[in-house]
């Protein structure tokens, strides 16, 4: 079974930038990032799929940029121009068949923002 690791957060300034990585161990169709800040509901951030069409979540738009190294199986998330409301554990998940939507995640990586 295919898995996800993911790597990248960390503290950082309001304003700065992280980049976080999510590595494949195999092959994924579409691939996405999620979030879940305390005493929240998890949500989409963005997502790119194996042709490279992008979707993304209003509340990251022009700040958060997906891309995906397809001969490494590894996707990255750059953040900028981060926020206090950023702060979540950011996990990836990912497809790995037409049939069952996000079948796959990782464990998640801590980003937390500070003022």
């Known amino acids: 079974q295919v898995q996800l690791v993911e790597s990248g957060g960390g503290l950082v300034q309001a304003g700065g930038s992280l980049r976080l990585s999510c590595a494949a161990s195999g092959r994924t169709l579409t691939m996405a990032w999620f979030r879940r800040a305390p005493e929240k509901e998890r949500e989409f951030v963005r997502r790119i799929s194996a042709s490279g069409t992008t979707g993304y979540a209003d509340s990251v738009k022009g700040r958060f940029t997906i891309s995906r190294d397809f001969a490494k199986n590894t996707m990255y998330l750059q953040m900028n121009s981060l926020k206090l409301e950023d702060s979540a554990v950011y996990y990836c998940?990912?497809?790995?068949?037409?049939?069952?939507?996000?079948?796959?995640w990782g464990q998640g990586t801590q980003v937390t923002v500070s003022s």
């Open positions: 998940a990912a497809s790995t068949n037409h049939l069952s939507g996000y079948n796959i």
